[in-house]
């Protein structure tokens, strides 16, 4: 037995309320915005936010480090102009 196709056509996100897709061979729903994986048990989704699996969040690259300047050039004595 699979969730039924009439509650499938009404559940949302609770995060967001998009909409959410059934991946029976994980027993998941997937929301399609979000990303969050809510499990179904023994054919029943559990929509508990609490009970969701949260996507990975993206690694920022690592900064960069400034430029190293160059040192200062020794001034000449010279003519004085």
């Given at each position: ?15 967001d ?29 559990v ?35």
């Amino acid at each position: 037995m699979a969730v039924a196709a009439e509650l499938l056509e009404i559940l949302v996100c609770p995060n967001d309320r998009a909409a959410v897709t059934y991946i029976e061979s994980e027993q998941v729903i997937v929301c399609s915005t979000c990303g969050y994986r809510y499990p179904v048990r023994d054919d029943i989704p559990v929509m508990l936010i609490d009970e969701a699996e949260k996507p990975p969040v993206p690694r920022k690259p690592a900064a960069r480090k400034p430029a190293r300047k160059p040192a200062p050039r020794a001034k000449r004595s010279g003519s004085g102009r």
